[in-house]
Nanobody, 115 residues
Framework: VQLVESGGGLVQPGGSLRLSCLAS????????MSWFRHIPGKEHELVAT????????TYADSMEGRFTISRDNAKNTVYLEMNGLKPEDTGVYFC?????????WGQGTQVTVSS
């Protein structure tokens, strides 16, 4: 299983970023995908989850309305659209796949929100 995130970077408060995660090595279209984030000094936090068909989505309370998770099963890719970014959103964002009764993690992509 391989998960490769991209799209992180430095953005000003109020700005937007779109993260992508390219998956391989498992049946992507059958797997629930999630984004987590790690903020220094805190535990990993679940950001959003999307079901295998892309219909069911859930979000952490603090992200709902600002972040949107989506997927393209033809491209084996899951996305996280982030709008209205705040400095407290700064952290490393990880793509995860739930497959074969275990969770797999990508290497993460850094998101920094700062003026």
């Amino acid at each position: 299983v391989q998960l490769v995130e991209s799209g992180g970077g430095l953005v000003q408060p109020g700005g937007s970023l779109r993260l992508s995660c390219l998956a391989s090595g498992f049946t992507f279209s059958s797997s629930t995908m999630s984004w987590f984030r790690h903020i220094p000094g805190k535990e990993h936090e679940l950001v959003a989850t999307i079901g295998s068909a892309g219909i069911s989505t859930t979000y952490a309370d603090s992200m709902e309305g600002r972040f949107t998770i989506s997927r393209d099963n033809a491209k084996n890719t899951v996305y996280l659209e982030m709008n209205g970014l705040k400095p407290e959103d700064t952290g490393v964002y990880f793509c995860t796949a739930y497959a074969g009764m275990r969770r797999y993690w990508g290497q993460g992509t850094q998101v920094t929100v700062s003026s």
